[in-house]
């Protein structure tokens, strides 16, 4: 199943080895491959679980399997990618912490004096 990364972004290093990292660890080594590497925009992603990054927005198929898989369609691949957007942008959360604060005086009360 394939889909292609639609921004850029950062994704498991497939040469990192946990075990190799443990080891080097408890021998007071440096193991020099990262956990997680940069990845291109437009880079093909070829896994079983491609079709979620269509999901949350990052990507969009690349072939037959996925576009089934992910179950979306255009209109709905481009709300994903606006949602994306905004929550990696921070605008619905700021948008989330107005609401809380414009609302927080409905739930505080006057602490009785003592």
């Known amino acids: 199943m394939k889909a292609k990364l639609i921004r850029d972004l950062q994704g498991p290093n497939p040469k990192y080895d946990p075990e190799i990292a443990r080891r080097a660890h408890e021998l007071g080594r440096r193991y020099k491959q990262p956990r997680s590497i940069d990845v291109k925009a437009w880079a093909e992603i070829d896994d079983p679980e491609a079709w979620k990054l269509v999901k949350i927005g990052v990507a969009i198929p ?3 399997a996925c576009r ?7 209109a709905q691949m481009t709300e994903a990618q606006e949602r994306y957007e905004r929550l990696d942008s921070g605008a619905d959360l700021e948008e989330h912490f107005d609401e809380i604060e414009a609302n927080s005086d409905d739930d505080v009360e006057e602490a009785p004096a003592a």
């Open 62 to 64: 690349a072939d037959a």
């Open 68 to 74: 089934i898989k992910c179950g979306m369609t255009e």
